[in-house]
């Protein structure tokens, strides 16, 4: 088993830079992932501390025949060990938690009366509307397209997200992470300063028969392709 | 195909599903004529003692346990491969197998396999006869057969739920799934949730009530603590989820709006869904840390590290269950201050939960460790629950979440939490109470077997789904693309799943041989600690007579150690009477009858079922099987 985990964790770290989530291409993403980076740090701390202690008692003190009839000295307990591995936690899980506040403070989706309010947030500002089983994208012009989405690099772009039916998710891994569509609700989520290319869009939340199949095609753009788009027609029935 | 009660053809995976379980039907009766076998199934019909009521839980929530692996190999078949089209597992078919695989394993394999163990387990942990309720603790057992045995029909009759385990609303609603596959959801669970209520009711009631002299609560083996805490969660947790279920049932029955339209909110649901959601993964956990405790001071030959620790911390655990539900929801948009404190609670889990660990560890330091099955599990359960343990802290960064969730990486998560715990925890509990249960012991050398199979599978199947999750594969999805860098994960893990397939076939053979070759085994196989040892295997119905008296944690080692037999006493203890009654098993197996009239819009069938309970509550009513004792003292097994 050790030897499968350690296998398992060199194949981890050689196929890390290929990994969506791990290495976004956005800031938000960015910024995610950096909470990855530090909560995964901490936590092999954690892992190293408590296998190393593992393979070690459970070695050092396994049956052999030379302890038969041996009985061990009993052991009630110990205040300091017992505080040390109460106190350390929380110093650690403290420290996790300052990164994690300021983040979830900037990145939380907003709820909002409808879709014109936080209109006057700086961006680009996208309607996201799910609805069994596409994603429709109406962008600031009125133009409407479904289920593909073209966004300017470098720039913050505001999605106002809702759907029509149930609630569907919204999520495009290698730029940040998802927001829910919400019936009834929408919510304002910023992406902020994406990189240039193709990213497969998803829906992250169960939604019906076709839910594997609402994905959408996200290409981001330079802001002049950008502009270009904007001004040709829809070309799709709406 | 056309068959009648079938509007549309029927699927061959239904078919074969009839074709077996008719073909499994004969070949038990067979068995049973041949052997003339109907006495020992009328008598456990009718049986309301605490051994043989605990087997039961066990034998149907394995059996469930084997009908939800199966959909567990059916989903990994269908992912081994990109674009795969493995027999009819995509789109709803597939949507069918992970909601009924979720499902069953949560409220049909996992709840009752523990709930068994707690049955058999807790009253000799503590020198009570049987549990408070005898005839309370049958209605909770058959409860639970007829709310899984509902659930399962559904898949007979090609109408599975394709809701998820989570049933999220309005999904759920009449509005988008009309048809009676997720009635079966939500009548299959709030049967078998009410009983499992009146069996947390049961034990907490045993655990104050019957205690042998001397069994304060701070001697108590910590199984038996864990049990009493998982019984008050799951009496909060489980009445949560009733109500959660007679809304969903009304809007779904009567076209109530409280789960969508202007007045209504699908969020509520969430809400309620999660706020016994979460404390259900620590149902889950706790009882299988308890069992943990046991199985690895006894197997250490050593006291528990830190008991007062070890007890402070199921129960800040238990406590905080309650507090830390949101995290399903970061994603919902609750706002940024709702986001963090959730997140901070859910961080804070983790300090009792490694207090625990770390006790463990040091209960085995300076001890002797005797590698039988049901430590390799125990030993099996501390690494792999760390792993888990760190992606839940993980998970807790809200911010972070937003890209962990709903995706392969919580579902492997989840899966390293509760395999570690509750899977390996009942597999340990299974072979280390298998003689007090039957009287034999289960073979070790296929223990082990198992044991490797199992947690090498295991580790196999879910670390590489954490990949697959950050490389943007959303849960509930039946396939992915070439190009994604997801197949080489998927593969592994369908592999993994296979070999975990083996090990529990190899459990399987181990439990056929052993019961067949019938070598009974001493009342102590294990050198244990507890009271549960002093008793013969299986546990007789009249147990601890004379009663013990107890004066210290771990009684039966410390007078083993001793060289002397513990104390004992005779005076009486108030015991419960447990009378047999085919009454639990007609009663709970009418109100699936009721549901399924409600269903199917049968309402003659409905009334009848209700009318049926109704009766049965009245000739209970009239019965009262402490008559017979009126009179003859305390005790009434003393003068019988
Ligand atoms: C025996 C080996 C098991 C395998 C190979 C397995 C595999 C899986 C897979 C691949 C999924 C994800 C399906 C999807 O999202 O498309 C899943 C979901 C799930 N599994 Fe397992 N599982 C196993 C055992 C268990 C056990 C023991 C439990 C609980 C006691 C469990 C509980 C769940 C739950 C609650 C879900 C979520 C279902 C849903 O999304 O509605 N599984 N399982
Ligand atoms: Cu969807
Ligand atoms: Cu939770």
Redesign the interface.
């Known amino acids: 088993?050790k030897r499968?985990?350690l296998l398992?964790f060199v194949f981890?770290l050689s196929?890390c830079s290929?990994?969506?989530?791990?290495n976004p291409k956005s800031v938000t993403?960015q910024?995610?992932?950096y909470?990855?980076w530090l909560?995964?740090g901490?936590?092999t701390l954690?892992?190293l501390v408590?296998?190393v202690?593992?393979a070690w008692?459970?070695f050092k003190?396994?049956?052999t025949k030379n302890?038969d009839g041996?009985?061990?000295?009993?052991?009630?307990?110990?205040l300091k060990?017992?505080l040390t591995?109460?106190i350390i936690?929380?110093v650690l899980?403290a420290i996790?938690?300052v990164p994690?506040?300021m983040?979830?403070?900037?990145?939380?989706?907003?709820?909002q009366a409808d879709n014109r309010e936080g209109a006057d947030k700086e961006g680009t500002h996208i309607n996201v509307t799910g609805q069994q089983f596409t994603w429709t994208f109406e962008y600031e012009n009125g133009k409407t397209v479904h289920d593909e989405l073209i966004i300017p690099e470098d720039e913050t772009i505001v999605f106002h997200i809702t759907s029509k039916?149930?609630?569907h998710?919204f999520?495009i891994?290698?730029l940040?992470?998802?927001?829910?569509a919400?019936?009834?609700?929408v919510?304002t989520y910023e992406i902020k300063d994406a990189e240039r290319g193709t990213y497969?869009g998803?829906?992250?939340?169960?939604?019906?028969?076709?839910?594997?199949n609402m994905v959408f095609n996200t290409e981001v753009v330079s802001k002049s392709d950008y502009e270009d788009y904007l001004k040709k027609p829809d070309n799709q029935d709406d | 195909m056309y068959i009648p009660f079938f509007e549309k053809h029927v699927p061959s995976d239904v078919i074969a599903a009839w074709v077996s379980v008719i073909i499994i039907g004969i070949v038990l009766a067979t068995y049973v004529i041949k052997q003339n076998k109907w006495s020992v199934i009328w008598e456990y019909m009718r049986t309301t003692h605490h051994r043989k009521v605990g087997t039961l839980y066990m034998i149907f929530g394995f059996l469930f346990f084997l009908r939800a692996g199966v959909d567990a190999l059916l989903i990994r078949s269908q992912l081994a491969l990109p674009q795969n089209e493995f027999w009819l597992f995509q789109?709803?078919k597939?949507?069918e197998v992970f909601t009924t695989h979720g499902t069953m394993m949560i409220f049909f394999a996992a709840t009752p396999m523990l709930l068994g163990l707690m049955n058999v387990a807790v009253p000799l942990q503590i020198g009570a006869r049987d549990l408070a309720f005898p005839f309370l603790n049958a209605v909770g057992f058959w409860l639970f057969f007829a709310g899984g045995m509902l659930f399962n029909l559904a898949f007979f009759f090609d109408s599975a739920p394709?809701?998820?385990w989570t049933g999220?609303a309005?999904?759920s609603t009449s509005l988008?799934t009309p048809d009676v596959n997720s009635d079966y959801y939500v009548f299959g669970v709030q049967i078998s949730g009410l009983g499992t209520i009146f069996t947390a009711l049961n034990i907490i009631v045993t655990i104050f009530r019957h205690r042998a002299p001397g069994m304060k609560l701070m001697r108590m083996p910590l199984f038996t603590w864990a049990s009493l805490i998982t019984s008050f969660l799951i009496l909060v947790a489980f009445t949560v989820l009733a109500i959660g279920l007679y809304l969903l049932m009304f809007d779904r029955m009567f076209d109530t709006k409280f789960f969508?339209g202007?007045d209504g909110?699908?969020?509520f649901w969430q809400h309620l869904f999660w706020i016994f959601g979460h404390p259900e993964v620590y149902i889950l956990a706790l009882p299988a840390f308890g069992l943990f405790s046991d199985i690895i001071t006894t197997f250490?030959?050593?006291?528990i590290?830190?008991?007062?620790?070890m007890v402070i911390s199921i129960g800040t655990i238990a406590f905080l269950a309650f507090t830390v539900w949101v995290h399903h929801m970061f994603?919902?948009?609750l706002?940024?201050l709702v986001?963090?404190v959730f997140?901070?609670t859910t961080?804070?889990i983790?300090?009792p939960t490694?207090?625990k660990?770390?006790?463990w560890?040091?209960t085995?330091?300076?001890?002797?460790?005797?590698?039988t099955t049901p430590m390799l599990f125990s030993?099996?359960f501390?690494?792999s629950f760390?792993?888990g343990g760190?992606?839940g802290?993980?998970l807790?960064?809200?911010?972070?979440?937003?890209?962990?969730?709903?995706?392969h990486f919580v579902v492997a998560h989840f899966h390293y939490v509760i395999l570690a715990s509750t899977i390996l925890g009942i597999f340990a509990g299974i072979y280390y109470y298998f003689p007090k249960i039957t009287g034999y012991q289960l073979n070790e050398k296929l223990g082990k077997w198992h044991f490797?199979l199992f947690?090498?599978g295991y580790?196999?199947t879910f670390?590489?789904m954490?990949?697959t999750?950050?490389?943007?594969m959303?849960?509930?999805?039946?396939?992915y693309d070439v190009g994604?860098?997801l197949t080489a994960t998927n593969f592994i893990s369908t592999i993994g799943a296979f070999l975990m397939g083996i090990g529990v076939a190899v459990m399987f053979y181990n439990l056929f041989i052993t019961i067949r070759k019938k070598e009974r085994v001493g009342s102590d196989p294990w050198d244990g600690r507890t009271l549960e040892w002093t008793v013969a295997s299986p546990a007789p119905e009249d147990s601890f007579q004379p009663m013990p008296i107890v004066k210290e944690m771990d009684p039966y080692w410390y007078a083993k150690?001793r060289g002397e037999d513990l104390e004992t006493t005779d005076e009486k203890l108030a015991s419960p009477i447990s009378r047999d009654s085919i009454i639990p098993f007609i009663m709970a197996n009418l109100l699936a009858v009721l549901s399924f009239g409600l269903m199917y819009g049968w309402i003659w069938l409905a009334v009848l079922a209700g009318a049926g309970v109704f009766m049965c509550f009245i000739i209970r009513a009239f019965r009262d099987e402490r008559e017979q004792y009126y009179g003859k003292g305390e005790d009434g097994h003393e003068s019988v």
């Open positions: 088993m499968l985990m398992s981890l196929g290929d990994i969506a989530v791990l993403g910024e995610q992932a909470l990855i909560s995964l901490i936590m954690v892992i408590v296998f202690l593992f008692f459970t003190y396994r049956y302890k041996f009985v061990p000295t009993d052991v009630k307990g110990n060990l017992e591995w109460t936690p929380f899980l996790l938690a994690t506040i983040t979830t403070y900037d990145h939380s989706p907003e709820l039916d149930v609630i998710s999520w891994p290698e940040a992470g998802k927001v829910d919400v019936p009834g609700r919510y497969r998803k829906c992250a939340e169960y939604c019906g028969i076709q839910h594997t | 789109f709803q597939y949507n394709a809701i998820g999220y309005p999904l988008f969508n202007p909110d699908p969020i250490s030959k050593k006291r590290f830190g008991y007062p620790a994603t919902v948009g706002g940024p986001n963090t997140a901070l961080m804070a983790a300090v490694g207090v660990v770390f006790n560890l040091f085995m330091r300076g001890g002797v460790l005797r590698m030993l099996g501390i690494p760390v792993m760190v992606t802290v993980m807790s960064v809200s911010a972070a979440d937003f890209q962990f969730h709903d995706s490797w947690l090498i580790h196999l670390f590489p954490h990949i999750g950050m490389n943007g959303p849960r509930r999805t039946f396939t994604e860098g150690q």
